[in-house]
T-cell receptor, first 111, second 115 residues
Framework: DGGITQSPKYLFRKEGQNVTLSCEQN?????MYWYRQDPGQGLRLIYY???????QKGDIAEGYSVSREKKESFPLTVTSAQKNPTAFYLC??????????FGPGTRLTVL | RKEVEQDPGPFNVPEGATVAFNCTYS??????FFWYRQDCRKEPKLLMS???SGNEDGRFTAQLNRASQYISLLIRDSKLSDSATYLC????????????????FGKGTLLTVNP
């Protein structure tokens, strides 16, 4: 089945640690996105990539990093510089229209 | 005006009721509009794209008013399974930060349909 997968579903991090969230898609979509969702808030764009080996900062990129070495994969690293990382992280991909399709998300909690 | 603003809700309606959600957007150059549905602790899923002429999909009707920069979603004959948060989504046009394909999400409107 085609789709977007994210792992892990739940992630716990100690303060000061970097963690990497996985996002994989087999939809052959060129563009991929990372969002963060906090309770009662809309989705906020962290980073996006429109093509392999290229990515741009979104609205809240500080404390995050990404790579896009393969079309299928767009991992997000939450670094220790991110001061409030506890959130629901959503990955999305897009083909040629504006419509974005989401993975199931990763819930990150800082202990 | 916020980029995308929605009725905060929550909306509590009985089964069979008709409910309407409103959304306004600030950038008059926006070209693509969507309604997504998000169940509790799940990812958003596309419900409908919104076209200039308005469009209908079963019990759901979406309308766009470009002059007023206003989008609506109407749900008729509400079902228990319609209970969710409904997100209004608008694209960010070129020149407002780069890509033509950035989307801006409203905070969502929570709907609870009661038996």
């Amino acid at each position: 089945d085609g789709g977007i997968t994210q792992s892990p579903k739940y992630l716990f991090r100690k303060e000061g640690q970097n963690v990497t969230l996985s996002c994989e898609q087999n939809l052959n979509h060129d563009a991929m996105y990372w969002y963060r969702q906090d309770p009662g808030q809309g989705l906020r764009l962290i980073y996006y990539s429109q093509i392999v080996n290229d990515f741009q900062k979104g609205d809240i990129a500080e404390g995050y990093s990404v790579s896009r070495e393969k079309k299928e994969s767009f991992p997000l690293t939450v670094t220790s510089a991110q001061k409030n990382p506890t959130a629901f992280y959503l990955c999305a991909s897009r083909w040629d229209t504006d419509t974005q399709y989401f993975g199931p998300g990763t819930r990150l909690t800082v202990l | 005006r916020k980029e995308v603003e929605q009725d905060p809700g929550p909306f509590n309606v009985p089964e069979g009721a008709t409910v309407a959600f409103n959304c306004t957007y600030s950038n008059s150059a926006s070209q693509s509009f969507f309604w997504y549905r998000q169940d509790c602790r799940k990812e958003p899923k596309l419900l409908m794209s919104v076209y200039s002429s308005g469009n209908e999909d079963g019990r759901f009707t979406a309308q766009l008013n470009r002059a007023s920069q206003y989008i609506s979603l109407l749900i008729r004959d509400s079902k228990l399974s319609d209970s969710a948060t409904y997100l209004c989504v608008v694209n960010s046009p070129p020149g407002s930060g780069g890509s033509n394909y950035k989307l801006t999400f409203g905070k969502g409107t929570l709907l609870t349909v009661n038996p």
